[in-house]
């Protein structure tokens, strides 16, 4: 079968794929609609150290083409969104409602593909840049069929992670503020869950000025080029505080409650930080290369209650927050179709690549069939 390959040579589209049958409590996806997340691109450049070869893609939705025998929850011929986090459902992190904390969710790399006769990785528990792949129950989650597929997809990774940081880790409340840097596929995302939420002031931080129209479409109230300066500053220039005494270099004033680094840059990071005011947060959502520091001053933090978190997958809890993202999506809360910048067929990868560093696209979409 069809699909793309990273190998030690790099990016293969190929033909030479076969996936394995599913075990007793997993599910074979026809995969019909597949999202190019940043994510994917870090495999490629190594800033996501994976083994090769891998099948990439992690950002998908399709069709049950089969389940094993102790599969119930969905049958062949059902829509599903597929979600990366293959929890166990049992252990203790999973009962309490967080499984992006069991500690099956992550590293867990399987083989179940053969390219070119030899054993191939998925990756994210997921690989969704080929025509089917095997998943583990928890994993394919039903959405309705009226939903096209090729937005759907994104619901997969981006939405899930954008949103979901906005809702489950950040939880703001109605009449907060925020700074969102990195307007892609996940900062829009963040964008939108904000506008939800009721933030009244939701900045946009990007180095490409045509991303201030697709934030503001989003939700962005204001838009800050961060190429023409100190983008940290720019944003506390738009919130000043409302008295001056108590400033100073390490516990300004003025600035948002929530800063979203959605790039995965420490310089960028440093910026969210410095753009908070008393008592505010900056998330990390970016995935810079492993070992990546950020320097900060203790006392920033310490003296006016500022913090960072980092968020992984939106915090997710997948079978509650895909049907919250479908219910928003259907009653016209959240865009989903707006996403979609460009639909490929897989054999145009390279394009969609060159369009997402151009800064032109919110997401590209590849399809199968
Ligand atoms: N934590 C998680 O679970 C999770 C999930 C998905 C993606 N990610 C990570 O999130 C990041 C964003 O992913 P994406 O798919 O949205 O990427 P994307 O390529 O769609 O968007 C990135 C955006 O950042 C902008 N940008 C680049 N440098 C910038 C700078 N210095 N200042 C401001 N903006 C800048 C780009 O112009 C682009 O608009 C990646 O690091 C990805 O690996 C993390
Ligand atoms: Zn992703
Ligand atoms: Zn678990």
Known sequence: MRGIVFTADGVEITDDLSVRDPGPKEVKVRIVAAGVCHSDLSVIDGTIPFPPPVVLGHEGAGVVEEVGSEVRSVKPGDHVVIATLASCGTCRACSTGHPTWCRHSLGNIGTPFTYKGEPAYNFAAASVFTE???VTEVQAVRIPNDVPLTSACLIGCGVLTGVGAVLNRARVRPGETAAVFGVGGVGLNVIQGLRISGATRIIAVDTVAAKEALGRQFGATDFVNATD???????????PPDRERASGALNPTGGVAWAFDCVGHPAVLRSALDSLDWGGNAVAIGI???GTEVPVDVNSLAYVDRGL??????SARPHHDIPLIIDLYKSGQLLLDELVSLTRPLAAFDEVVAEMHAGRVARGVLTLG
């Not at 300066?229 to 919130?239: F, P």
């Open 288 to 290: 810079p290369p492993r």
């Open 132 to 134: 089917s792949t095997v």
């Open 229 to 239: 300066g100190d983008a940290a500053e720019a944003v506390r220039a738009l919130l």
């Open 309 to 314: 978190l980092g968020c992984r997958y939106g």
